[in-house]
Structures are given as C-alpha cells and as structure tokens.
C-alpha cells in the first residue's frame, strides 16, 4: 500500500509541476506594480509593458525602453525562459497588445521618455516593428535626452515646476 500512495504521489507531483501557463495580460495595480529596471510606479497603460515567462511570473516595465535595457543589461534572456509573452498599452487606448505584433510610432511623451508608443495596426507613423525599435533604443535613437533635461529643469525651477513662496528649500523658485 504504502509503494502506491509513494507513485500517487510522484504523479501528482509531476502533473502539477506540468500546469499550463497564463500568458494573457494582468491588470495593473497602481498601489503595488513597480517598472522592475527604474523602480518607477506604473503610470500610464497606455505606454507600460509587461512580460510573462514560462512559470507565470510577470515583470512590469513603465516603459518600452525600460524592457529594452532589462534585455541589453539584465537577466530577462535567463528569466524569460523558452516560452514567454510581452504586452504592451496600445498607445491610443491603452489596451493590452502583444508587443512583438505591434507597429511602433516615435515621438509620444512616454514615462521614461524614451518616445516610443505601440500601435496595433501599421500606420505612416507607426512603421517600425519590434525588433526595429529595440534595435533603434539600443543605438540611442530615443527622446531621453530631452527628457532627462526637462525632467532637470523642473526639479531645479527653470521653467517646469513652481512651488509656493518659502515651500520650495532650494530658492530657485516660487518666487
């Protein structure tokens, strides 16, 4: 008896460990998902991306670039595993599409402004697919310079941010 409860018991063991995967898109949750490269809170469904692997876990990304530097620096090849999913927000509705199967346009002001925003169809703007513009972020071809120095002026109060007279700390601004 006890050599068959040993056998019910590696099967089980085997058929559960053989679970299929869900690779459909998760929602996101404000309060908790965070981009896993910046650290960043999730903002915009419109521009954020996640990746599922072969064991159902999930990684955030607030931006595509984001994805593309886990891919270039990162571990995701090693985390992804043989099977794997990426969606990303369509960047005119926010709904989920597979991001390997989106068109991608240049120019939108993204989270971590990187400019790039995915499209489910081919447009005359969004023709670049995705292995093209993982290929253009990693030469550079990217809005992040521009961004880093609006992001720089707004903290410093050179024409973004204003605080209230005396609120500030830093005298640069609200005056």
């Known amino acids: 008896m006890r050599k068959y409860v ?28 965070v981009c896993h490269v910046c650290k960043m809170g999730l903002t915009d469904p419109k521009y954020n991306v996640q990746a599922i692997n072969e064991h159902g876990e999930v990684r955030w990304y607030d931006d595509l670039g984001c994805l593309v530097e886990d ?8 985390w992804k595993g043989s099977k794997y999913k990426i969606w990303i927000g369509d960047a005119e509705t926010g709904q989920w599409i597979d991001a390997e199967k989106a ?28 292995q093209t513009v ?22 410093s ?14 005298g640069k601004c609200g005056k």
Not at 71 to 78: I, L, Q, V
Not at 134 to 155: A, D, P, Q, W, Y
Not at 161 to 170: E, F, I, T, V, Y
Request: with cysteine; charged share 30%; proline share 3%.
């Open 6 to 33: 040993l056998i019910l018991a590696g099967f089980l063991l085997v058929w559960s460990c053989q679970k299929e995967v869900d690779f459909s898109p998760r929602e996101i949750n404000f309060d908790r998902d």
């Open 71 to 78: 891919m270039r620096e990162g571990d995701f090849h090693t």
């Open 103 to 130: 068109w991608y346009r240049f120019g939108d002001r993204t989270p971590m402004g990187y400019g790039y925003g995915a499209l489910k169809n081919k447009t005359g703007e969004a023709k670049n697919d995705f």
């Open 134 to 155: 993982i290929k253009l972020i990693n030469e550079g071809k990217t809005m992040r310079e521009k961004f880093i120095k609006e992001k720089k002026m707004s903290v």
């Open 157 to 170: 109060g050179e024409g973004g941010m204003k605080c209230a007279p005396g609120k500030c700390g830093s």
